[in-house]
C-alpha cells in the first residue's frame, strides 16, 4: 500500500497561472478529501467526493477553484487564476467509508508570488 | 454549530513526564472523535479514534484518550512523552466529514 499520492510535492508560480494539483487515493477507499493548510486558518476542507460524486463543495472559496474526480483512482484541484492568497499547502486524503480514519497525502506546497 | 476545541495552541514537557493534549468538543448525539499529529512537512497520521465502547482508547505510538462525556472532553495522554513526539496534534469529529479543531504544538525537550 503506497498510500495516498500527491503531485506535485511543490509548486511555485505567478499569479494568474493554473495550477492543477493531484491526487491518487489509496485503492479501495471511497471517499476523497481536499483540505487547505494555513497558519491563519488552520486546516479548511474544501470538498469531498464519494464513489467519484462531488458530495459537499461548500468549502471550495471561489469559482476560481474547482475539483474532479474522473474515476476512482485519480482526483485534480485546479486555481484558475490563481493569486498570493492561493499560497498554503494543499492535502488529499481518502478513507473507505463513512466512519473510517482518513489517510493523508504529504500535500503539495503552492506558492503564488 | 458542532465543532471541537483545543484551548492550549502550544504544550512544553520535559522527556519522561507525562503529556497531555486536551480537547473538548460539542457534538450532538454520540460524537466519532479522532486524533491525528502531523509531522513537519508531512500529512496527518491517525492516531487513535473513539465511536463507542470503552471511554479509554489505546492507539499508535503509546497514545491513548479518554472519552468524557460529562465534561465533554477527549484528551490525548501520553504515560512517558519522547523528544520524537514533537508535533503538531489535531483533534477532530465525524459529521459525514472529518472537521478539525486548531492544532495543538507539542514540544517535548531533553
Known amino acids: 500500500d503506497a498510500g495516498v499520492i500527491q503531485s506535485p510535492r511543490h509548486e511555485v508560480t505567478e499569479m494568474g497561472q493554473e495550477v492543477t494539483l493531484r491526487c491518487k487515493p489509496i485503492?479501495?477507499?471511497?471517499?476523497l478529501f481536499w483540505y487547505r493548510q494555513t497558519m491563519m486558518r488552520g486546516l479548511e476542507l474544501l470538498i469531498y467526493f464519494n464513489n467519484n460524486v462531488p458530495i459537499d463543495d461548500s468549502g471550495m472559496p471561489e469559482d476560481r477553484f474547482s475539483a474532479k474526480m474522473p474515476n476512482a483512482s485519480f482526483s485534480t484541484l485546479k486555481i484558475q487564476p490563481s493569486e498570493p492568497r492561493d499560497s498554503a499547502v494543499y492535502f488529499c486524503?481518502?478513507?473507505?467509508?463513512?466512519?473510517?480514519?482518513?489517510?493523508f497525502g504529504n500535500g503539495t506546497r503552492l506558492t503564488v508570488t | 454549530a458542532q465543532s471541537v476545541a483545543q484551548p492550549e495552541d502550544q504544550v512544553n514537557v520535559a522527556e519522561g513526564n507525562p503529556l497531555t493534549v486536551k480537547c473538548t468538543y460539542s457534538v450532538s448525539g454520540n460524537p466519532y472523535l479522532f486524533w491525528y499529529v502531523q509531522y513537519p512537512n508531512r500529512g496527518l497520521q491517525f492516531l487513535l479514534k473513539?465511536?463507542?465502547?470503552?471511554?479509554l482508547v489505546k492507539g499508535s505510538y503509546g497514545f491513548e484518550a479518554e472519552f468524557n462525556k460529562s465534561q465533554t472532553s477527549f484528551h490525548l495522554k501520553k504515560p512517558s512523552a519522547l523528544v520524537s513526539d514533537s508535533a503538531l496534534y489535531f483533534c477532530?469529529?465525524?459529521?459525514?466529514?472529518?472537521?478539525f479543531g486548531a492544532g495543538t504544538t507539542v514540544t517535548v525537550r531533553a
Open positions: 477532530a469529529f465525524n459529521d459525514y466529514k472529518l472537521s
Open positions: 485503492s479501495g477507499h471511497d471517499y
Open positions: 473513539y465511536i463507542t465502547g470503552d471511554n
Open positions: 486524503a481518502s478513507r473507505p467509508g463513512q466512519d473510517s480514519p482518513l489517510h
